[in-house]
């Protein structure tokens, strides 16, 4: 690697560590400033190469995808948990799995799921009471859980829903970096080692059983005849295309990916509405006026203020790729083997691209009066060939979940309310986002 190119604080043993471990999503948002677009970083046992630029992004994820791949560190950490699904698969099995996963986010399907997720934030909302102090992280947690429940494996209830969000606490704690970042092999038995095991086994016994279930259903339905993605890959394994274990991976990704990304964008987008009333106030005269919610209702500033939201606190903040062969980026060499990080927090909250770009400024997403900007200064489901299989089900979700809340309800700041995320797995709050209701 060329020595040329700019290194965050080189300490001796800890290299970047220490400047990262204290704050790492300012490091994050001053890093290009200090050292533009293209920088290293190191911690021990680990160092990478960020391009904190959309054009650069572009080149990796769409234009020049032959020369990077996924990160194969990144895919034996999440492998341990995944397996072969779709985040973690490669080449023919990648293809397979996506041909199989595919079908469940067709759009006619997503028109289906649409029902369910009106339904289920309606049972949600109908349980809160005037003043109540509600947790938004929590409630929209147990939200997208039952929203997957029922639209991605077919049951009326997942029922073991506390064990889904503590395998997903618990998972993404272990990628939390402590005050010096280091990385801990798994067989080391740390407290967050031993809690991470627990959980993801506790979790396979969740899929297990919702497997037993489904393949004992005795409704008359065959397998083959549902819709429902759990259905799709039973038939799949009752045809021998795909292996017991190869359901398992593929439901554990959905499982996991489909729901905690989902809720830690609606958290934040409840949170950023409770504390900017202006924004919420118009948001409830969009949502108030049709008579029904549907996937077709026009909710052009209720998807403004998700994109900018998303923008803000984007769920994945960090992608990362490995280069398979040389690359000239800016000017300097990358050789084969690089580790290359693509930091959506950097990116969604430059100047660069955005005015004033920690503000919450729906309205820059006016297609008549909004910022110009390159496609890749925003990108929090990824891009090109292996962007989010979930985006569309996932912005469907948000948009249902917050009108059918804001119809009955406005939420309130309270003295505890912040949105303070942590950088783990994800970016997920690291606390309860307080709000008060108000009916």
Partial sequence: ?????????????????????????????????????????????????????????????????????????????????????LLTAHGERWEQGREHVQPAFYPGRLVEYAEDMLEQTQYLVDGWEDGQRIDCYDAATQLTLSIVATTMFGVDDVGETDVIAEASDAITSRFAPSSVPMEIPLWVPTPTNRRYRRATDALDDVVEEILRRRRESADGVAIGDRSDLCSTLLAAGESGVLSDAEIRDHLVTMLFAGHETTAIGMAYTLGLLATHPDEQDRVITEVRTPEELSPQTALPHTDRVIREALRLYPPAYMLFRQTTTTDVVAGYDIPAGTRVALPQWSIHRSDRYYDDPLEFRPDRWDPETGEDRPEFAYFPFGGGQRQCIGRRFALLELRLCLARILRSVRLEPTPETALSPTPALTSRPDGPVWARVRR
């Fill in 1 to 85: 690697m060329s020595d040329a190119i700019p290194t965050a604080s080189r300490l001796p043993i800890l290299g970047s560590a220490l400047e990262i471990g204290r704050d790492p999503f300012r490091f994050l948002e001053e890093a290009p400033k200090r050292y533009g677009p293209v920088f290293r970083v190191s911690i021990p046992g680990l160092s990478c190469v960020c391009y904190a630029d959309a054009a650069l992004v572009e080149r990796v994820l769409v234009e020049e995808t032959e020369r990077y791949r996924k990160d194969p560190h990144e895919l034996d950490l999440l492998g341990e948990l995944l397996g072969d699904g």
